[in-house]
């Protein structure tokens, strides 16, 4: 088990002309679990694969436990990865693939190794498959065997890369709980890449969002869902995505109004909310984000009532997603109860509390969900 600390990591390629890790800073606990989440290309994997030392970093530090390991290679680092792919050898038997690492990373006898082998294969269930060869295992046997090998080394440190996408929705379900069961019993520090932010949400005790090889946030789980730093991560983190409406802000008689260009929209905030959060708010032009689940059918006569057509319905089971003509991709989710169709004129509300505003320019938040409703001070 280790700490990690990694200290302005970079890495170019094609002669500094892509910059995959633009100056990562991250420092991840002992035994802890940190997702790393982004859309592809943002530097996931390359990051990974430095912590591996499969990849050399162009400039940074690396630090696995206390050991500043940046020049140390890779098979001298205490690291197990996982990858997408299982990367098993295929001529090698179930036995032999998870040996195989154990006697090139330990100096533990055939007995030892064979006794460790056979230790982890009972606790991954896949005792009965250790004479078989990768190609007569299912896809998700295959990534058992491939945990199981990275298990039985007992590292420092695990490196997950995507390691559920190649198995089918269900397979994928169990095998996250699994992994966390797993580590949460052997509580070694864990980094775990993936695209998919719902994985990163229920896995991570901390998640890492990058974007374009920068850290966007990190944070738990709930915390970044509720106060993204940015646009960007109020986008990304959330399903579906958290809506956004270019407004303006204008000083009225009862507070702070909030509109759209095409008149569509209009929101007042309170007098009591508007001079709460005056530092935050200078007057402008900002984005307004509301997650659809914010969003809840109203009457037309009610404060902030928003008129929206219904363009699509589309049902989920427990709760119908609302497409609403309000703005492109604009979507509210409403219980399954409400008997909605397409063409339908309806008129909508949320809580000012539940508005996030961010700068039109640089995305940045600059009101969040958890803003004080109440003045800071007593006027
Ligand atoms: P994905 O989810 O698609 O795997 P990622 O977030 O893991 O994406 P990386 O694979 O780390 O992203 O790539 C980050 C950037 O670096 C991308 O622009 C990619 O094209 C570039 N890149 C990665 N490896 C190389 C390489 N060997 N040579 C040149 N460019 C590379």
New binding site residues.
Partial sequence: MARVRVESLR?E??VGT?V??DGLDLEIGDGEFVTVV??????????L?MLAGLEEPTSGRIEIGDEDVTDVHAKNRDVAMVFQNYALYPHKTVFENMAFGLRMSTDLDAEEREQRVVETAEMMDIAELLEDKPDELSGGQKQRVALGRAIVREPDLFLFD?PLSNLDAKLRTTMRAEIQRLQDELGITSVY?T?DQHEAMTMGDRIVI?SD?ELQQQGAPTDVYENPTNKFVGGFIGSPSMNFIDVSVEQVAGGLRLDDSDGNFSFTLSAAYATANDAALGRGRYTLGIRPESISIADSQSQNAISAGVDVVEPVGSDNFLHLDIGPEFIARVPSDVTLEAGDEITITFDESDIHLFDADSGVEVLGHDQETQPATPP
């Fill in positions: 890495k390629y094609d892509v995959a890790v982004g859309p592809s290309g943002c530097g996931k994997t390359t990051t694969r995507e890449v695209h990058l090889g």
